[in-house]
């Protein structure tokens, strides 16, 4: 008995790292900050990272972390499904504002189609949240990796790697069935694809 906790231990802490660094938050900052970098010129890449950490980055940290410390949701990923029924108007709202701030500023058609995009995956994802709580990590890692493999194909298979071990990791915590995380990454490949094509 004592010999599988010593064995299962470091498992679950390699699942509790991918799944941390697999947060919808953590991967699309870090996806988009690759995407910006690839795609445009220092200043206007700058000025294009600055703004989604205005509108989207920032104040859905703060909406995580200050729903988590006044006890709205459990956990940091708004792990029950009763609490996303309060998470998603916020995240919702959240997001409108940033693709509105992002189409008065002339960005880029591809940052206002990612943008306009995680609207929609929201959007179906909290309706979907009425039958099932599905996995917002895998469908954001499934996203990103598509959109990554599309702008540069080195940086998309490492993130599709990263997905595959984001939706082990989700189960492998018990955080979601295979169902939930499988409905998350089908919702992901295809608002991936539609995003990328």
Do not use: C
Not at 91 to 110: D, K, M, Y
Not at 176 to 188: A, I, K, R, W
Request: glycine share 8%; net charge positive.
């Amino acid at each position: 008995m004592n010999r599988d906790k010593i064995t299962l231990k470091p498992t679950v802490v390699f699942a509790r790292w991918v799944s941390w660094i697999g947060h919808p938050l953590v991967f699309i900052t870090l996806s988009a900050g690759i995407i910006i970098g690839l795609r445009l010129a220092n200043r206007a890449g700058l000025a294009l990272l600055l703004t989604l950490l205005a509108t989207v980055i920032l104040p859905m940290g703060l909406l995580l972390f200050r729903g988590f410390q006044s006890g709205r949701w459990s956990d940091p990923d708004v792990s029950i499904r009763a609490e996303r029924v309060r998470f998603y108007p916020w995240a919702i709202s959240i997001s409108v504002g940033a693709v509105i701030v992002l189409l008065l500023s002339h960005v880029p058609a591809f940052a206002l189609r990612g943008a306009t995009m995680t609207v929609l995956l929201l959007i179906i994802a909290a309706l979907i949240n009425f039958r099932i709580k599905l996995s917002l990590h895998a469908l954001f890692a499934f996203y990103s990796a598509i959109i990554l493999f599309v702008v540069n194909p080195i940086a998309g298979a490492v993130a599709f790697a990263l997905a595959v071990l984001v939706f082990w990791s989700r189960l492998y915590l018990k955080r979601h069935d295979l169902s939930e995380t499988l409905v998350g990454t089908l919702l992901g490949l295809v608002g991936g694809l539609v995003t990328a094509w």
